[in-house]
């Protein structure tokens, strides 16, 4: 059985049954808010759209905004533009080093996080109902904090009718609420919460041209935003919140 956001009851099998869906939150905002004076390992913090080139003013990259709250920030990323040189060092005080999220132990060991970041980045790995696992029977008790695009997404949705969707090339496989959950029972994650996260319009400005910009803040604040909250499962993405593992060495509500 699988029980999120604190439901008296778990989820059912059958694929009409309504899901306990919250309404949307600003992802960077809640990430953020999650990571406010903790010891955070950023897993995929290298982004190289902000380091390689300049952006429209109102980018915002989650890894600077989690430097600027959290206690300590351990960055960890597996680009090819870290390799040779094994790390780099940001502009907002914090490293982030040459790594892959299936050989995490040393740094686990080392830096001892509280709390797990993954941005954008489950819906990348080859194996990441592995890797998730491997910490969660090695390290339990950490909270991991991830965050994934949403299959049901509106845009998504919008997209198919022009004979296009919106996933980058890189991704492997993307989440539905329930499917996250499934993933999420199989880690395991407790206490798990599921929360749908709002399109930031940030992320378009840069693809059109500036005199364009507010254009695309009005149909964000008077279209996307309202349809979102109104239809939480429409959402953007997903971020699934939770505790790996079983840190009392009792069972995890899951059968």
Not at 171 to 197: C, E, G, W
Request: aromatic residues 8%; proline residues 6%; glycine residues 6%.
């Amino acid at each position: 059985m699988i029980y999120v956001n604190e439901a008296s009851e778990p989820l059912k099998e059958s694929p009409l049954s309504r899901l306990p869906v919250r309404r949307p939150v600003d992802r960077y905002t809640y990430v953020v808010e999650q990571c406010r004076g903790q010891r955070v390992l950023d897993l995929g913090a290298y982004d190289e759209t902000e380091v390689d080139r300049e952006q429209h003013a109102s980018w915002r990259w989650l890894h600077a905004e989690i430097a600027g709250v959290a206690k300590e920030v351990l960055g960890v990323d597996a680009s090819p533009k870290l390799k040779d040189t094994g790390g780099v060092e940001t502009s907002c005080g914090t490293t982030i080093r040459y790594g892959t999220v299936e050989n995490l132990d040393a740094i686990l060991e080392e830096f001892r996080p509280d709390i797990i970041v993954a941005g954008e980045l489950i819906e990348h790995t080859q194996d990441t109902l592995g890797w998730l696992s491997r910490i969660a029977a090695l390290h339990p008790g950490i909270r991991l904090v991830a965050t994934t695009p949403n299959t049901t997404s509106l845009i998504n949705m919008l997209m198919t009718l022009f004979s296009r969707e919106n996933a980058h090339p890189d991704h492997i496989q993307v989440y539905s609420f329930r499917t996250l959950a499934t993933l999420a029972s199989r880690v395991p994650v407790n206490d798990m919460k599921i929360v749908p996260y709002y399109y930031d319009p940030h992320l378009f400005y840069s693809r059109l041209p500036r005199f364009m910009a507010p254009l695309v803040t009005a149909i964000h604040v008077l279209f996307l935003k309202p349809m979102q909250f109104l239809f939480p499962l429409s959402a953007f993405g997903l971020i699934l919140d939770g505790v790996l593992g079983d840190a009392s060495g009792e069972q995890a509500k899951d059968a």
